[in-house]
């Protein structure tokens, strides 16, 4: 017989397990909007740039 310990490993590994491709699914989610973002702000540096440039 398991003890109680085991078994409550045994359910953690299976959740985790359950939930492994739904947390790399959100976290490939996360990285499109990030590198989405970061190319938004490397955009508006450049427009940041050129107005500066033009000031001067």
């Not at 398991?2 to 790399?24: E, F, H």
Request: net charge positive; with cysteine; proline share 2%.
């Amino acid at each position: 017989m398991l003890a109680q310990g085991d078994r409550l490993t045994g359910y953690r590994c299976n959740a985790l397990r359950l939930l492994a491709p739904y947390v790399k699914k959100k976290l490939a989610m996360l990285q499109k909007q990030l590198d989405k973002y970061a190319k938004m702000l490397a955009d508006i540096a450049k427009v940041e740039d050129l107005t500066v440039l033009e000031k001067t």
